[in-house]
């Protein structure tokens, strides 16, 4: 991105905006800060889809009454290393922390927690949460279904959420491997970003609305559907669609949340499912002690020697070799702790316009 | 392939021979028919690459010594939820059983279990393992690594296994829904298949020994590697790859077992790995008891619905539309149980090559 065409603001900035954004819409300071740290946390690691540049989704939602900012988050049922949480159509990005946390601490005592979320919204970033995991010395686990926009392998329509997964191991004095990926071969956000530009996009991301490979972005707005990881079935499409099937039954079945089609949309303006089989769309976080199978220090000594000998690996040609997983976005937060968070001028125009509605001041 | 070619077998009567070679090498007769039936489990699923067809290297390990036929199989570390187990180098077909059943065990128990397996081989199939906790009213979990043969993504060497994961799901009417798919694009027993027929691999499986793409299944087998689940970055290569080194790191750094390109070999006259960084390769096991979150019957219902739903999605141009994972082993295993297991003569040729060596009858 030319950097004329962004303008920078710091992270504890942006934090403090939203916080205040969100309790103007009803959400208790606490549940407010909360949120914000994640949209921030987003914002830090690069990931700027998911990070304010949601705001405008999330207070449409809260203005609208469709989110309830003040839930009442219920245990429906646990055994001493699981749990189901009712997250009383809250934010996500409370809801989420909040049942994070549970599975952290059933994991102290029982060696492993995990926790299955119903009637809940989107969650921000999956990686806030594993993060949280790691710090703990545990093996983080977080998935999200979303609302449906990949096809199944040899499918025509829209069943499937993005569906990610994200999985942290700490290290010892190398930062922590984190893995957290989308199911789908590419996020709908870099679609979108091809129709700005007039570009093609790459054969094996999506569909056109009659199941055909398209190269053309405007097919996939037109109807069309993302594939899953993989593409097609010779390179493995079958391997993508398989895990955004595991995501979906782990947070939407498995907590009594809708699942595939019926995943509830983020934005207002969607036409809404045909079906409800649940409430809201479903979480699911886990969190392991790394003691509870090996010394954790043993243990993350191993993780630092596996960072460098993948680091060390021959690099292929015209590369630079091989990344570890969450490199990008930690070198992402190095650099804008310090520089601040670049926003495009849309999304600074947006913010503009939440703080006239709401008062609360923005740069 | 040509029915000319294979003759069929009963699946009893293969896991009756494998029992008894087994036994001749010393091990114990419950051992012998738990390994015989976790490999019957392959043939009769229609993965044949893991089934009888697999007898000459084990046994090749076992009479050579490198596989204790005698494990004494050995608790390290347990919470709750969680253990560690060192399998005393024995068979992974017989150290796997028993960590899965240990697994399934914590859970009833403590509503998940969780057990990493260190100094351990090969374990058959990894949905052998996950059915068993579908079939108590759990999801089941199974990972392993194996041997390095994948690059990670921007590298040029062979670093990582294919490192299957496997999951499933139970129904109530339907059938379990079954994720089984190692985490590269293609298995190498495809790449040995097209080398035998002089055919070319899809572009997107492999680099050679330069790390450049190649359609050349003879590149590959000279020192090529395979390309994980996505083959390039534009296509998420990276989440195939991230996906490989999260298996890794539970099966191999969790355990104590060895990792990445340091994972030993299933064959006795490969190349040993540069370094030990532990023993054996590793395996990881879970179960989830489903009543941990929901009621059983709740959630098996909505595995059926969700098995109707994608079953009648709108098939994409020149498909019969989705399939459910677990469809093609679940269809094999009904026309072999009645149809016997057809063998290719090259298999038929070796296991009548091991019954002159043990005296135990074939055919």
């Not at 049922?77 to 549970?102: C, K």
């Not at 806030?128 to 979303?146: P, Q």
């Amino acid at each position: 991105m030319d950097s004329s065409d962004t303008k920078s603001f710091s992270a504890e900035m942006l934090r403090e905006f939203c916080a205040r954004v969100f309790m103007y819409f009803g959400v208790s300071k606490s549940d407010a800060t909360q949120a914000a740290d994640v949209l921030g946390a987003a914002d830090l690691r690069g990931i700027d889809s998911h990070g304010v540049a949601r705001m405008t989704s999330y207070i449409d939602l809260l203005s609208k009454g469709l989110i309830n900012p003040k839930p009442q988050i219920k245990l429906l049922r646990s055994t001493p290393s699981t749990a189901t949480v009712d997250g009383d159509n809250g934010l996500g990005l409370v809801v989420g922390p909040h049942a994070n946390q549970m599975a952290i601490e059933l994991a102290e005592k029982a060696g492993s927690g995990w926790v299955s979320v119903m009637n809940t919204n989107h969650y921000g970033i999956a990686g806030y949460y594993v993060l949280k995991a790691a710090s703990c010395d545990m093996i983080g686990w977080a998935m999200t279904n979303t609302s449906p926009i990949v096809a199944p392998l040899w499918g025509m329509e829209r069943m499937l959420g993005t569906n990610p997964i994200a999985v942290a191991f700490p290290g010892k004095n190398e930062p922590p491997i984190v893995i957290d990926m989308a199911t789908c071969t590419a996020a709908y956000g870099k679609i979108e970003m091809a129709l700005r530009k007039g570009e093609k996009i790459p054969e094996g991301w999506a569909m056109d609305n009659q199941g055909h490979v398209t190269v053309d972005p405007a097919d996939v707005i037109a109807g069309g559907a993302l594939l899953p990881l993989g593409s097609d079935r010779e390179r493995g499409g079958h391997k993508g669609y398989g895990l955004a099937i595991m995501v979906d039954l782990l947070t939407g079945a498995l907590s009594g949340a809708n699942w595939g089609p019926f995943a509830p949309s983020f934005a207002v303006h969607q036409v809404p499912p045909a079906r409800s089989v649940g409430k809201g769309i479903g979480h699911f976080f886990g969190a392991m002690r790394i003691d509870g199978f090996i010394e954790a220090d043993a243990f993350k000594s191993q993780v630092d020697d596996y960072i460098r000998v993948f680091r060390a690996a021959k690099p292929a040609p015209g590369t630079s070799g091989p990344l570890i997983p969450g490199d990008p976005e930690r070198e992402a937060e190095q650099i804008r702790r310090d520089g601040g968070v670049p926003l495009i001028l849309p999304v600074i125009e947006e913010l503009r316009s939440i703080s006239r509605r709401t008062g609360v001041p923005f740069d």
